[in-house]
Structures are given as structure tokens and as C-alpha cells.
């Protein structure tokens, strides 16, 4: 399994909207918004097979705007050995 930071980013014209299509879909309660900060994007972190999979936690019709990135955590040990 990798993680993954998926990102729903919106306007907020189109934030009730948004926050709907989340309901319907049954993914609301996996989001964290930063609506109420004036940040119209909402964050999952989920722990999938791939990119793809994470970009399922999308509703179909958002994910033109969204973004998928890969986390990585680096030891000590991990980043020494990159930089040699």
C-alpha cells in the first residue's frame, strides 16, 4: 500500500455543490475541508494500491480539478543514504 494526499480543490461559488456531490457519494466523512478558512479545497489522506485508486475518492464529476500526490516519510538513515 502507498499513501496519498488527495486534494479537491473548488470554488466557492461551487462549495455547496461540492460538499453535496461528497454526501451522495458517501465520502464526506473521509474529507477535511478548509472551506470555513476561505480555502476552498478539501484533503483526504488514504492508503491505496495507486494513484488511481486514490483518485476514485473523487466524485466523478470533481476530478478535473483534483490532485493526487504521493507521501513518502524519510528517516535519518533514508535521506543519508540518498545524498551520498
Not at 39 to 53: P, Q
Not at 57 to 79: D, F, G, H, Q, W
Request: net charge negative.
Amino acid at each position: 500500500m502507498e499513501r496519498y494526499l488527495v486534494e479537491s480543490h473548488h470554488t466557492e461559488e461551487d462549495c455547496h455543490h461540492v460538499v453535496e456531490q461528497f454526501i451522495f457519494h458517501g465520502l464526506i466523512n473521509n474529507i477535511d475541508w478548509g472551506c470555513e478558512d476561505g480555502v476552498h479545497v478539501g484533503w483526504a489522506i488514504v492508503d491505496v494500491e495507486n494513484k488511481d485508486l486514490a483518485m476514485v475518492m473523487i466524485p466523478p464529476n470533481l476530478r478535473s480539478k483534483a490532485k493526487v500526490t504521493r507521501l513518502v516519510k524519510y528517516s535519518p538513515e533514508k535521506i543519508q543514504a540518498a545524498h551520498k
